[in-house]
Structures are given as structure tokens and as C-alpha cells.
């Protein structure tokens, strides 16, 4: 039995969309909705957020709201190497996927000796750089800032010199960089991809198990296949964005995307990959109740996180 901790983030200064920093409130009315005593059952934790960014400028246009995102990365990650350290097993809600920065630093903060896996349940590959976003939100760069990666050869962007020592810092929160390399990434449901991200993806070599795959081959398969992928690791990070489903059913998310996985699929693939002793961390991002109906996402998103911490608790 191991004790939980969730740790809400509710921060969206990352997106482009407005709505996200409320998906962890929408998510407890779904647990109210079905009468689920979840989140009184759990320790929580809520993060300050620098959310009063939004209403002044973005700033650089190649990394919105750069300076508000290392000040969350640090806290989160703050919160996380605490939370490691107490031997209990933390539950990341956040609005946005730059939230993922601090958490994989917090676990590098509190195991800066190990080796640290992730599992990257998304349709977008966020690998960006400052050198290489179409849009300059933060979300579409967590995976480069752990990675250490500028991929100056698609540079198609010239940041100014503030935002460039803001991205050095970024990379180095918790003072280690990079904090994975391209063996310890494998993504799933991945589709959604620019070609500076292709370019990484290839010349890397990193495994993307496809839409199309885990219907041939069953989720069960795909599980033990990315599992093996990692086995070199210590830890393992699970990172679940809500938009890794279909689009027919991620229709509360900022970007949804045709060809996902279904809800079904995705609470098992969850449910497997969470009774892995190696795995130390779940985050869950980028629900937003603004685009929904009925709360639909963040009920199917709390179905998700039930089946998530059952895996855990029964491992």
C-alpha cells in the first residue's frame, strides 16, 4: 500500500488556449458527481500559480511567459523531490504539459542519480525548442527542456538574448541537464507532429507506438513493449495528456486530434503500465472545462485517474 499525494497544478501559462488552470477543479466535480470520496481519501497539495501573467504581455514570442514558467518549474519541482523524499507517490493534476519540466526535475532532484524513464501518452511530440515553435506556447517544449535540446539545425526562429538565458535556465532547473536522454523517451499515441519534431524523432530513433498499433496489437502488448523499452531505467515517469484520446472524445482540450486512442484503451493502458514497480510519478494535464460539455473530459479524465491509482494501490 503506498500513500498518495496529489498535487494540483493550476497553472496554464504554458497554452494558447485559455481554460486549462480549471481542470483539476473540474475534475473533483466529476469525483463529486459520482460520489467518489477520491479526493478526501488523498493528501492534497496545491501549487501557487503565476496564472496573473495572462493578463500582461506575452513577452518574447518564441517563449510566452518564459520568467512565469521557470517560477513554476522550480516550485513544482521543489514539491515533488519533497514529496520522493517522503516515500510517497505522487499524483501530478496539471493545466498545461510545461508542468511536466518541474515534475521530471523534482524527481531528478530528489534521485539525481538515477536513471529516469518517460512514457509520454500524447498526440503531440512537444519537443519544440524557442529555435523551432510555430507558436511560442511553452507546452509544445517540455520534452527539449529535459532533453537539453535547442535543434539548431531547423532553427527557424531568432530569440532575443533574454529569452535565451531564461531557456538555459529552464534546462537547468534543479541544476542537472539534460535530466533524460532519447533511450529513456518512448511516447505513445503521438500524431500531431511538426517537421523539427520529425527531424528529432528520426535522427534519434525514438519509439512511438502509433494509434494503428496498439489496435493490431492490443494494449496489453504495447504496455509490456514500452516497459521493455525503458527496462535499462531506475524510475519511470507516466505523463498522460487527455489529448492523447480521439478527438470524438477530447473535445474538452485546447488541441484536440483525430486518430487517438479511446477512452477504453486508454484506461488500460494507464491501468498496466502503473503496476511497474519502477513507476514513481503520474501526471495528468490539459483538461479544460471552458471547451466542454456536461464536463465530459473531466469525468472520462477522472475514470482514467480511479483506474490509474487502483493499478497502484493493488500493485
Not at 68 to 78: K, Y
Not at 129 to 158: F, R
Not at 187 to 214: C, M, P, W
Request: aromatic share 6%; glycine share 6%; proline share 3%.
Amino acid at each position: 500500500m503506498r500513500d498518495l499525494k496529489i498535487i494540483e497544478v493550476k497553472s496554464e501559462i504554458g497554452a494558447g488556449t485559455r481554460g486549462a488552470s480549471l481542470g483539476s477543479d473540474a475534475i473533483k466535480i466529476a469525483a463529486l458527481d459520482f460520489g467518489s470520496r477520491y479526493f478526501k481519501t488523498h493528501k492534497t497539495i496545491e501549487i501557487p500559480n503565476e496564472n496573473h501573467l495572462l493578463l500582461e504581455s506575452t513577452g518574447n514570442p518564441y517563449a510566452k511567459r518564459i520568467s512565469g514558467i521557470l517560477t513554476m518549474a522550480e516550485r513544482i519541482a521543489e514539491e515533488l523531490a519533497k514529496t520522493l523524499k517522503n516515500k510517497e507517490f505522487p499524483i501530478v493534476l496539471s493545466g498545461d504539459h510545461s508542468s511536466a519540466i518541474g515534475t521530471i526535475s523534482g524527481i531528478k532532484k530528489a534521485f539525481p542519480k538515477t536513471k529516469l524513464g518517460v512514457i509520454w501518452i500524447d498526440a503531440h511530440a512537444d519537443i519544440h525548442s524557442p529555435y523551432t515553435t510555430p507558436s511560442g506556447n511553452i507546452h509544445g517544449m517540455p520534452l527539449a527542456v529535459v532533453l537539453d535540446e535547442d535543434n539548431i539545425e531547423c532553427k527557424i526562429n531568432k530569440p532575443d538574448q533574454e529569452t535565451i538565458n531564461y531557456w538555459y535556465q529552464l534546462k537547468n532547473v534543479g541544476n542537472i541537464a539534460p535530466k533524460i536522454t532519447y533511450k529513456d523517451l518512448v511516447y505513445i499515441a503521438v500524431r500531431d507532429t511538426e517537421s523539427q519534431e520529425d527531424f528529432l524523432l528520426k535522427k534519434h530513433g525514438i519509439k512511438n507506438f502509433t494509434t494503428t498499433e496498439i489496435r493490431k496489437r492490443g494494449v496489453e502488448r504495447i504496455a509490456i513493449d514500452t516497459l521493455q523499452q525503458l527496462d535499462h531505467c531506475d524510475l519511470i515517469y507516466v505523463s498522460f495528456d487527455v489529448d492523447s484520446m480521439d478527438a470524438s472524445i477530447s473535445k474538452g482540450t485546447g488541441t484536440p486530434v483525430a486518430n487517438g486512442i479511446t477512452l477504453r484503451e486508454a484506461g488500460n493502458l494507464v491501468a498496466r503500465l502503473m503496476t511497474n514497480e519502477k513507476v514513481c510519478c503520474f501526471e495528468m494535464v490539459e483538461v479544460n472545462p471552458t471547451l466542454d460539455k456536461e464536463n465530459l473530459m473531466a469525468e472520462n479524465a477522472f475514470e482514467i485517474l480511479v483506474r490509474a491509482t487502483n493499478s497502484l494501490m493493488n500493485d
